[in-house]
């Protein structure tokens, strides 16, 4: 295992690319010594001391309760899902070491720091599951292909659990192959290329066939539709709330040019896109146009299922409004983070 003072890295979480992998660095403008450039610099307010997560309760595929925090790139929503994940008892106040993907080659992947959630935490009881996706989700491969395969971009229904999901360029790589999916994947979320597709869906365009059966394949990057997602999860009995992270949009655009795609049209375009997307959800579950679940029951049936919670709120108001929203997600803790306004730096830059 690393010594500690090697992996003073802050937040740091690994991807899939090309033919092997990118990690994915946040927090500090750091590089890989390939042309495998970084991603993600974000307004990450967390500077915890690095600790080891316990082992997760793998008795259930679905978990019983999801917070999906939901925002456009570089609108703080990796500060929020860090926050709610300590605040659920899903994520470990001083991180967690988690290990990268092997590569095409079957090479193993290094171990390295997690310090945010990046992309899902789960409570060691199973019980709970933070996920953090951002609006488009994904790496092509550095900011500049970001922004020239834009167009293939694709929405997808869900974001499916963590055991089912698998990426569509490995799916032939013989060593994945050898990993079949649980059998929850099919008996409990009902992902199968063999189901019907009238009643189930198995998250994305890409059902899983033969040896790939029971997993969901996703393209490198892409949208989850918010209004799909959470009535996928609601058909298989998941008590779900979803959280949008919304920030002002001159800023969030200058952190999403700086780090995920520098051409201002595209930008524009994936944020527009995200905005339809959050703004369908909370149309249709939000307080004042929320539907009701289709034929689930949970306690918070009568509440909304999509909430907002802004970025420059959170950082003016602090406590108050953070305990406001916990008590809207049904999280009794009184954690408190390390505020520090990522605003900042774009404010003084414009004068």
Not at 24 to 38: D, P
């Amino acid at each position: 295992m690393p010594e500690r003072n090697t992996l003073a890295i802050i937040g740091i979480f690994a991807w899939d690319i090309v033919d092997q992998f990118q990690h994915l660095l946040i927090g500090m403008n750091c590089r890989t010594s390939q042309e495998m450039s970084t991603l993600m610099l974000m307004d990450s307010a967390f500077t915890p001391s690095l600790n080891r997560l316990p082992e997760a309760s793998r008795q259930s595929i679905l978990p019983r309760r999801i917070i999906t925090i939901f925002g456009s790139e570089s609108s703080g929503s990796t500060f929020l899902a860090t926050t709610l994940g300590i605040a659920s008892g899903a994520f470990p106040p001083n991180g967690t070491y988690v290990t990268t993907p092997s590569d095409r080659n079957n090479n193993t992947g290094r171990v390295i720091v997690e310090r945010v959630v990046a992309k899902r935490a789960r409570s060691p009881n199973g019980d709970i599951e933070i996920q953090h996706i951002s609006l488009p989700w994904g790496w092509w491969g550095s900011a500049k292909r970001n922004c020239i395969l834009a167009a293939q971009t694709i929405t997808v229904d869900a974001f499916v659990p963590g055991p089912c999901f698998r990426f569509d360029y490995e799916s032939t790589w013989e060593h994945r192959l050898e990993v079949k999916a649980p059998a929850g994947c099919r008996e409990e979320a009902h992902i199968s290329g063999n189901n019907n597709a009238t009643r189930w869906t198995c998250g994305t365009n890409n059902c899983g066939q033969g040896r790939n059966d029971g997993y969901a394949l996703y393209p490198r990057r892409f949208f989850v539709n918010i209004t799909s997602h959470l009535e996928w999860y609601l058909q298989r009995g998941v008590d779900i709330t979803c959280v949008l992270s919304v920030r002002d949009r001159s800023i969030s655009r200058a952190g999403k040019m700086k780090s995920h795609c520098s051409d201002e049209a595209v930008a524009t375009l994936e944020e527009e896109t995200a905005r339809s997307i959050m703004s369908e959800a909370l149309r249709k579950y939000g307080r004042r146009g929320r539907l009701k679940d289709p034929g689930i029951s949970h306690d918070r049936s009568n509440e909304e299922r999509v909430i907002t919670v802004s970025y420059e709120a959170l950082m003016g108001l602090r406590e108050p409004y953070l305990f406001d929203t916990y008590k809207m997600l049904g999280i009794n803790s009184s954690f408190v983070p390390d505020f520090k306004d990522g605003n900042e730096k774009y404010v003084k830059a414009k004068h």
